[in-house]
């Protein structure tokens, strides 16, 4: 028994010729190959299975040989019915069943009978190897090739007259050559190619596929735009060249040589364009020179003119390039795409001075033959560059505003070129906004103008020219050609009136400094089907940059009304209100429209809430402190200059929004709460003088309900300034005097309010905030004046009195004033009833002037205080008792005694005393 019978199954199982066996059911996979169309996906796999079990099955009969034979060629067909079905493409398994074919063939390529067998195999393979060349999968293919390749080696290539088999040495090893080529085993490929100069056989059209292989290669080379691989290329295209030289001295027949001439030409194109990529411009002309003096075939390829100029411009002999491009103008047969691309190249290299020969070469196109507007949009765009950075952008913007403008260029863009007009808008529509950003608004405005030439008047297109009669305004407007601008914003108004042409109107209005226009084109925005409230912020800002604050503080102030609507604004309302109070603090004279519209921020932050105003975190915080601290500030200028309702106003709105609650400052903003409405009482007092009015009571009672409110921080407050206490919650003793003054002054207003006076009085001096100063002040403000109050008066002048005499250096000029006052209070109020308790103070004044140096107690009021304590014995020296008027008169000798330049006084009342002193000892004898 065989081995295959062995392994196999199935075989022993069958009682007939298994080699027969197998070729039925190849036969029979065939016929279904044969019937339906495609095949299926498991097809290939049966007949490779098939084909295995076949193979162990060697040696073969001539005859099965034969069978074979026939069924490799039915299966092959079958392919090529399959291929040529319309639909149909070429995939794996089309590929694997052209492999089972050639392997099938392979079994009987010594078979007796058939004329060349192992060529016929060896094709099999070869075109199987193309086919998965097609499907790189190279692997595969080269597989194929090989196998080819070893059926036919041992042929002597000189016994080979068959034309195909000629062939098909040849192509052979070129297929093995590019697949080699294609895994990158560039050795081989070429050591493949140069194998196949042995088997061309004289042909000229294996000369040609050979030729037109090396030059493929290096095309393929050339395309990578490396300068070191150039020479790779260029040595291939030599061989290429080679080959068709050869070629052209072997054969004979002119329909032979035409192929070879073409290639030869095309060869050496290509050759000048590898010289040309490393500017071996030389070369380059004389491949040119070759091509254009052949003998009686000279070459006319539109290409030669495009080398030609280019190796001229690279050799700096621009006249000559220009020929070329000229003679471009003249030669009919040059396609249009290679003419544009020589404009093209020649501006490239010429720059600027090439613009108007650009211009010129292509408005010449125009007279000789049909050009499109395609390629006007080409030339166009070489000519503009590459943007206003370039040199001489201005220039060739100038040329291509004159090229676009010829009515012949505009009648290109007539009829249905609809993409290609507006490329040609857009070129010029972008070229003419770089030179904008640039600021080069002359040149800008003359591009925009010349892409609205490339705009139809067709209702459709209103938006774009209305869009391009916009930037022209903008244009001008850069130019200060206000008139111009204004026209062609009327124009783009009639098209497509919106929001931009209505803000355009309003810069003119500024910059023509026509402010009330510039106003009522601010109030008429909104009713823009577009509008958005952005513009009216942009207005703002661009009255400002004009320095028209009344047009800002118009457009600032319409913006305003449409935060009440509830509408998403893009900035916040604190945002414009804060705006809106820096363009008017610059004035004084704006005072009140600062307090308009803080009073309006005031409302809107009760409605609100702090955050909902101000915004969270610290952007809420700064905007707070911001309005809190300009109300402060304002306050506290009008203040001095005596405007002190308005300084009124502006404090009460401080302690408003310092007493908005943001992140937890409460006790710094406590503080500041405390300070603006103690300085807001005072400011609304002050106010009463000024005007010579007087409060209302319900005035009065709302202005110490507010002095109420600071009291509690005062008196957390009074004990000043600690080491561990936050300095912010300190509040300077003035404005606990401030409240204690204005507090006062309330509390004498009504009737019900009045013990309270000495008990505010005796709270301040007990205060640490206290100090001799203030307590002298106010003794002074409560003896005189309609609301004076003896009973404070004494109690602060004494309490002042005591302190200032504790004082290690105490103030003898406020002493004397404090003595003197109070001298004079028990006069006027006690009308010398208690003439003991104004003797005390006489009595109190000399022990204090008692050890002073001279001059040291003011030497005035010393004199008063003698000339004043003499003067009230008068009574008494007439009317007695002696005893009064002597115990007066002592002190005033006394005090007179304690005073620089009193001594003749003290003289004269030494000697009023003892005269005195005699008459009463005179009539106590009587």
Request: charge should be neutral.
């Amino acid at each position: 028994m065989r081995i295959a019978e062995i392994s196999s199954p199935e075989l022993r199982s069958n009682h007939g010729d298994p080699q027969t066996h197998l070729l039925t059911q190849i036969e029979s996979s065939i016929k279904r190959l044969e019937s339906q169309l495609p095949p299926s996906e498991t097809l290939s796999s049966d007949l490779r299975l098939s084909l295995t079990q076949l193979k162990s099955l060697s040696p073969y009969s001539n005859s099965v040989k034969l069978n074979i034979w026939k069924l490799s060629y039915r299966l092959w067909n079958a392919c090529v019915d399959l291929s040529n079905a319309s639909g149909v493409k070429l995939n794996d398994e089309h590929a694997k069943l052209r492999q089972v074919s050639a392997d099938l063939l392979f079994l009987a390529a010594d078979v007796t009978g058939i004329p060349s067998p192992a060529f016929k195999s060896a094709s099999f393979f070869y075109k199987t190897g193309v086919i998965w060349h097609d499907l790189r999968k190279f692997d595969l293919a080269s597989s194929c090739f090989e196998k080819a390749t070893d059926l036919i080696s041992n042929f002597d290539t000189a016994s080979i007259s068959d034309l195909d088999e000629r062939k098909l040495l040849l192509n052979l090893n070129i297929a093995r050559s590019r697949t080699a080529w294609e895994v990158a085993d560039r050795n081989i490929s070429i050591t493949l190619l140069n194998r196949s100069k042995t088997v061309l056989f004289g042909l000229s059209e294996n000369y040609c596929a050979l030729a037109n292989q090396y030059l493929i290669f290096g095309k393929t080379i050339l395309a990578r735009n490396e300068v070191a691989s150039v020479a790779d290329a260029l040595k291939l295209m030599n061989e290429a060249l080679d080959l068709c030289e050869r070629g052209l001295r072997i054969v004979k027949r002119s329909d032979e040589s035409l192929g070879l001439k073409e290639l030869k030409s095309k060869t050496l194109r290509f050759i000048a364009a590898s010289h040309l990529q490393t500017d071996d411009f030389e070369s380059v002309l004389k491949c040119v020179r070759v091509l254009r003096d052949g003998d009686g075939d000279s070459d006319n390829h539109p290409s030669l003119s495009v080398l030609a100029m280019k190796a001229w411009l690279g050799v700096g002999r621009f006249e000559e390039a220009e020929k070329e491009l000229k003679g471009m103008v003249v030669n009919k047969g040059i396609p249009e795409a290679v003419w544009v691309s020589a404009v093209e190249l020649y501006f490239q290299a010429v720059g600027t001075a090439g613009a108007e020969t650009a211009k010129g070469i292509f408005l010449g196109l125009l007279g000789r033959c049909h050009v499109s507007a395609g390629a006007a949009t080409r030339v166009v765009h070489r000519v503009i560059g590459d943007g206003v950075g370039s040199e001489g952008s201005k220039v060739r913007a100038k040329v291509v505003a004159e090229l676009v403008s010829d009515d012949r260029v505009v009648a290109l863009f007539a009829g249905d070129v609809a993409k290609e007009r507006t490329s040609m808008h857009s070129l010029l529509w972008n070229c003419a906004a770089d030179h904008f950003r640039s600021k080069d608004y002359e040149t800008s405005a003359e591009m925009f103008e010349k892409s609205l030439l490339y705009v139809p008047h067709a209702t459709e297109n209103r938006n774009l020219r209305a869009k391009g009669y916009r930037v022209l305004c903008l244009c001008h407007l850069g130019l200060s050609q206000l008139k111009r601008a204004e026209e062609y914003i009327d124009e783009a108004e009639k098209l497509e009136p919106n929001i931009a042409c209505a803000f355009l109107k309003f810069k003119i209005y500024l910059q023509k400094n026509e402010h009330d226009r510039a106003v009522t084109q601010v109030q008429s925005m909104s009713a823009c089907l577009d509008f958005s409230p952005d513009f009216l912020s942009l207005s703002a800002h661009e009255a400002v940059a004009c320095n028209a604050l009344p047009v800002a503080v118009a457009s600032l102030s319409v913006l305003l009304n449409f935060y009440s609507s509830g509408k998403s604004m893009p900035t916040s309302e604190v945002v414009v209100l804060r705006t809106l109070v820096t363009i008017l603090i610059r004035d004084p004279l704006h005072d009140s429209e600062v307090l308009k519209y803080m009073k309006q921020a005031h409302a809107r932050l009760s409605e609100l809430g702090a955050e909902g105003f101000f915004g969270k975190g610290e952007v809420g915080t700064r905007e707070r402190n911001w309005l809190a601290m300009q109300s402060w500030n304002i306050g506290l200028r009008t203040g001095k200059e005596k405007n002190y309702e308005l300084s009124w106003n502006f404090y009460m709105l401080a302690s408003g929004f310092y007493g908005a609650m943001l992140d937890g400052e409460m006790d710094r903003d406590n503080v500041m709460v405390c300070k603006s409405l103690i300085l807001a009482v005072a400011a609304k007092i002050a106010d009463e003088k000024e005007r010579n009015a007087t409060l209302l009571e319900t005035e009065v009672r709302q202005a110490i309900e507010l002095l109420d409110r600071t009291r509690k921080i005062l008196l957390s407050s009074a004990a000043g300034p600690q080491p561990n206490i936050d300095q912010t919650t300190y509040i300077e003793p003035y404005f606990f005097f401030v409240h204690t003054l204005v507090a006062y002054d309330l509390y004498s207003r009504l009737s019900d309010t009045g013990p309270q006076q000495l008990h505010l009085i005796k709270s301040f001096a007990g205060s640490k905030s206290c100090n001799p100063r203030y307590l002298l002040q106010i003794g002074l403000i409560s003896s005189d004046g309609p609301r004076s109050n003896l009973e404070v008066a004494t109690y602060a002048l004494n309490t002042c009195l005591s302190s200032l005499l504790e004082s290690q250096s105490p103030d003898y000029g406020s002493v004397a004033q404090i003595m003197r006052k109070l001298i004079n209070l028990s006069a006027v109020y006690k009308a010398d009833t208690d003439d003991d308790a104004v003797y005390g103070m006489y009595r109190q004044a000399y022990r204090i002037m008692v050890g002073l140096k001279e001059g040291e107690y003011p030497i005035e009021e010393g004199k008063w205080l003698a000339m004043t304590a003499w003067n009230r014995a008068a009574l008494a020296v007439r009317m007695g008792p002696a005893s009064a008027a002597m115990k007066w008169m002592d002190i005033g000798l006394e005090l007179a005694g304690k005073v620089q330049g009193m001594q003749t006084y003290q003289s004269c009342m030494e000697d009023f005393i003892a005269s005195f002193k005699e008459k009463c000892k005179a009539t106590n004898a009587n």
